[in-house]
């Protein structure tokens, strides 16, 4: 208990100047919306964004200042993903997906020495981390897995059959879940760090991320297989990490990215209206409905996340609150309410744009965000989300007031 505190404050603790961070992280935007289109169409890696994005130094910013890094908070950490969503939502997804690993490990190395020199790496060297999660029949389901840790005296190898590693060959490293042991249950699971040259992937056969949106995530399946010590594991048990810190941060940095698509797309839709009712002398053109309705399910989808972000950070020093069936369904169902909202708000957009929208090309198309914004949905299903939440939902007391 204690140990978790003392992880919640250091990442709470801020150092970093929100100001400053909010410049770097638009100039390495500015550099991610001249290259998406470009990215998008090639189903590419977006390179020219990491470049800048290393350039800022924005990849170990939740590092403390002792390890290198500028203590920055998650607070801080989704206006980041918000600003890089709405430039590039493939950037802002790589983005957001890192700092979930990094958030796991700030908050649960406990001390140990050997992972504390790979969040002062990442911090110093600006590594980029891959996530694997995703494995074999297990498909989505994040809290089974199939290959396990084996053990030789201290060393360790592992092989996993990774069906997902999203912007696996442009990482640096990789932070995966593994069954504990060859003996344990597929849920008794830990997290394990891997940095090149420790482990290796290889391609699928057969497997190609020719997808409708997220193209430049190039989310490819890999036959994983990673060496290294006892140490490259993270101390806490993965049930712990996954409760108190994967899922929230999960569900709150992508939520950002999915609120910067909709916010640039309703952007779209703003410009497209007042230049339509310029040119009518005022007339505001058929969509303008639909543009009122983007705005406004925007309003409440920026509102929904922040409230989420809120309650956890209230909660990341309160085992009991942060373990609590209450705030698990919350922060789950955030991701589910955000999803919807994002595909609806950009969904109004386009219907306000008309034609303009619907088009690939010109400067009111939408269609690129909403080909992106549509993966938010089944990025961890939403009816896998509401089927397994259903039992619990039983559980649940309806409240009395308004007010408590």
């Known amino acids: 208990m204690e140990t978790q505190r003392s992880a919640a404050a250091a990442t ?49 910013i939740m590092v403390s200042t002792a390890l290198g890094g500028e203590a920055a908070s998650l607070a801080q950490v989704v206006d980041v993903c918000y600003t890089l969503g709405q430039a590039c939502a493939a950037t802002g997804m790589i983005y957001a997906m890192h700092q979930i690993k990094m958030g796991c490990l700030v908050r649960h190395v406990n001390g140990s020495a050997a992972l ?38 201290a060393n360790i190898s592992l092989e996993r059959k990774a069906t997902v590693i999203s912007y696996g060959v442009a990482a640096d490293g990789v932070v995966t879940t593994a069954r504990r042991n060859a003996e344990a249950a597929p849920s008794d699971q830990v997290l394990v760090v891997f940095l090149k040259p420790e482990y290796t992937l290889e391609p699928m056969a057969g497997w190609s991320w020719n997808t409708l949106g997220m193209r430049g995530t190039c989310s490819d399946g890999f036959t994983l297989r990673g060496k290294g010590t006892t140490d490259n594991i993270v101390p806490e048990p993965y049930e712990r990490i996954h409760a108190q810190t994967m899922v929230p941060f999960a569900h709150l940095c992508w939520g950002a990215v999915w609120t910067g698509i909709a916010a640039a797309a309703t952007g779209r839709a703003q410009a497209f209206i007042r230049n339509a009712a310029r040119q009518a002398n005022g007339q505001m053109p058929p969509g303008a409905p639909h ?28 085992e009991k609150t942060i373990m609590s069936l209450e705030f698990q369904s919350m922060i789950t169902l955030t991701k589910v309410e955000a999803s919807e909202l994002a595909a609806s708000t950009v969904l ?14 010109g400067d009111y198309s939408i269609g690129r965000y909403l080909r992106d914004v549509l993966s938010s949905p089944i990025m961890i299903n939403n009816d896998r989300i509401l089927a397994n939440l259903a039992t619990p939902a039983l559980m649940t007391p309806i ?6």
């Open 116 to 153: 504390e020199r790979v969040l002062r790496r990442v911090a110093t060297e600006q590594l980029l981390l891959a996530s694997s999660t995703t494995e074999g029949q297990g498909g989505g389901n994040v809290r089974a897995s199939e290959a396990p840790v084996q053990y030789d005296g």
């Open 399 to 404: 409240p009395t007031s308004l007010s408590g």
């Open 12 to 60: 709470r603790a801020v150092h970093v100047d929100s100001g400053d961070l909010r410049k770097r992280a638009e100039a390495a935007a500015a550099v991610a919306a001249k290259h998406a289109v470009a990215v998008d169409g090639a189903s590419r890696f977006p390179a020219e964004a990491f470049e800048e994005i290393r350039k800022q130094r924005l990849l170990g």
């Open 348 to 361: 109004s957009a386009m219907r306000a744009c008309g034609l303009a929208g619907y088009r690939n090309d």
């Open 291 to 318: 543009f009122t309705k983007a705005i406004t399910t925007l309003r409440t989808l920026r509102g929904l996340i922040a409230s989420a972000l809120r309650s956890y950070e209230r909660a990341m020093t309160d």
